[in-house]
Antibody, heavy 118, light 107 residues
Framework: QVQLQESGPGLVKPSETLSLICTVS????????WSWIRQSPGKGLEWIAY???????NYDPSLRSRATISVDASKNQLSMRLSSVTAADTALYYC????????????WGPGTLVTVSS | EIVLTQSPATLSSSPGERATLSCRASQTIDTYLAWYQQRPGQAPRLLIY???NRATGIPARFSGSGSGADFTLTISSLEPEDFAVYYCQYRDNLRWTFGQGTKVELK
C-alpha cells in the first residue's frame, strides 16, 4: 500500500521560498502521477501542480509563475517549491498520487501545515 | 475552465437517513468525476472515481451517478462516521478542479 508523508518548514517569512517534500513508501515514485494540493484554513481544496515521472508537468495558471514541482527517483520523493510567498499561501499542503488513468487521487498524505508570517 | 458547483453547502441529516449530494459542472464533461470524503483533521479520502466506481474498501452505501454536467453522490443510510465534508473533483487537460464542498452535519 502506497503511503505518503509530507515535510515542510512550518513557518515561512513573506517573500521567501517555500520548499516541501513528500516521501513515498510502498511503491515507486516513477509508477504513479503526483500532485500538490493545498487547503487554506477552513476552506476547500486547491490543486497546485502535477507531475508524472516520464510525462511532464502542469500547474494551476494562477501559481505557474511561482511553483516548481519535481520528482527525485533516487530518494523516492516528490517536492515542490513556491516562491515569493504571502500570507495567502498559508495552508495545509497535501501531496497526492494516483495510478492508471490520470484522473483522480488514490493516495493522500496527512498534510503539512505552512504558515507565512514575519 | 470548468467550474464545479456543489449543493447544498450544508446538509443536516440524522443517522439512518439517505443523503443526496449534487455536483454540477459549468459545461458538459466526461465521466472522469471523482468524489472524496474529508473528516475533521484528516486528509481527503477517495470514495468514487469515474463517476460511479467505488474505490477500494469503500462501503456499498456510497454510490455515484450522473453524466453530462450533473453528478450525484448518494449515501443510502448515514452512519455516524459519514458526517464529514464531501468534495467532487474533475480533471481537464491535466488541471484538476474541486467543488467547494458539501458538509454533511448531524441534525
Amino acid at each position: 500500500q502506497v503511503q505518503l508523508q509530507e515535510s515542510g518548514p512550518g513557518l515561512v517569512k513573506p517573500s521567501e521560498t517555500l520548499s516541501l517534500i513528500c516521501t513515498v513508501s510502498g511503491g515507486s515514485v516513477t509508477r504513479y502521477f503526483w500532485s500538490w494540493i493545498r487547503q487554506s484554513p477552513g476552506k476547500g481544496l486547491e490543486w497546485i501542480a502535477y507531475i508524472y515521472y516520464s510525462g511532464g508537468s502542469n500547474y494551476d495558471p494562477s501559481l505557474r509563475s511561482r511553483a516548481t514541482i519535481s520528482v527525485d527517483a533516487s530518494k523516492n520523493q516528490l517536492s515542490m517549491r513556491l516562491s515569493s510567498v504571502t500570507a495567502a499561501d498559508t495552508a495545509l499542503y497535501y501531496c497526492a498520487g494516483g495510478r492508471g488513468r490520470v484522473t483522480h487521487f488514490d493516495y493522500w498524505g496527512p498534510g503539512t501545515l505552512v504558515t507565512v508570517s514575519s | 475552465e470548468i467550474v464545479l458547483t456543489q449543493s447544498p453547502a450544508t446538509l443536516s441529516s440524522s443517522p439512518g437517513e439517505r443523503a443526496t449530494l449534487s455536483c454540477r459542472a459549468s459545461q458538459t464533461i466526461d465521466t472522469y468525476l471523482a468524489w472524496y470524503q474529508q473528516r475533521p483533521g484528516q486528509a481527503p479520502r477517495l470514495l468514487i472515481y469515474h463517476a460511479s466506481n467505488r474505490a477500494t474498501g469503500i462501503p456499498a452505501r456510497f454510490s455515484g451517478s450522473g453524466s453530462g454536467a450533473d453528478f450525484t453522490l448518494t449515501i443510502s443510510s448515514l452512519e455516524p462516521e459519514d458526517f464529514a465534508v464531501y468534495y467532487c473533483q474533475y480533471r481537464d487537460n491535466l488541471r484538476w478542479t474541486f467543488g467547494q464542498g458539501t458538509k454533511v452535519e448531524l441534525k
